[in-house]
């Protein structure tokens, strides 16, 4: 498991202490990290919500390249707020640049701040297991998502906007979360209470599901 905490991953805090919480062990990777391809194991990347114009700079073409690798040989990717901005074809930012291409969303951007509710669409998916009708959970400027070819929208805002989807990119998984399952601790907002603990965790089992395929396939070629 692989934390992003770059320079502008400035919520990256709040994704650890929900980690902790859930006894997940994971490794702080920051920019240099990335562009230098030490993503090297299948697992899992969390990118966490933080300044998302700076996560394309900071990690550049070479951190994009090297992500998209990560995913593509079975890894799983998990984007939540900027995290997600970041998986689509263009970045809402301005002058739209290039993004990750790995989930065909296109993201609207939205400005706010609180608890809010989502609907829950899939309650038999793997990633909302164990819930359904609405949810309230912590928001913070995270893209309402147009959903495209091969995603599913988990679960969505009024209106029909995805705050919650899921895809395949080649061998990985990819989900995406609008609003923070893990809460915000400077708000007094802890996920233990909202009861929104379980989504980061059936997210993080999920986005493993790629490297375990890709695991079992490979014995499976060599016994």
């Known amino acids: 498991m692989y934390l992003y905490a770059g320079r502008a991953a400035v919520l990256a805090s709040d994704v650890g202490y929900a980690l902790d919480l859930l006894g997940v062990r994971y490794v702080e990777v920051d920019d240099l990290d990335v562009r230098a391809g030490r993503l090297d194991s299948p697992g899992v990347f969390v990118v966490p919500g933080g300044y998302t114009s700076e996560y394309v700079s900071n990690l550049g073409d070479r951190g994009f390249e090297n992500i998209r690798r990560f ?111 893990e809460g915000n601790r400077e708000a007094g907002v802890r996920p233990e209470d909202l009861g929104t603990l379980g989504l980061l965790r059936n997210a993080i089992s999920y986005a493993t599901s790629g490297a375990t395929q890709r695991n079992t396939k490979t014995g499976s070629k060599n016994s």
């Open 71 to 181: 995913v593509g040989l079975g890894g799983g990717y998990l984007g939540i707020c900027a995290g997600a901005y970041l998986a689509a074809s263009r970045v809402e930012v301005p002058g739209r640049p290039l993004g990750l291409g790995i989930v065909d969303v296109v993201n609207r951007r939205r400005k706010g701040r609180g608890v809010t509710e989502i609907l829950v669409l899939e309650p038999r998916h793997p990633v909302m297991r164990g819930y359904s009708g609405r949810l309230r959970i912590w928001y913070q400027n995270g893209p309402y998502m147009e959903v495209g070819r091969g995603v599913k929208a988990l679960a969505s805002y009024d209106g029909g906007y995805a705050a919650i989807a899921a895809s395949r990119y080649e061998n990985g998984y990819v989900v995406l979360f609008s609003p923070h399952p």
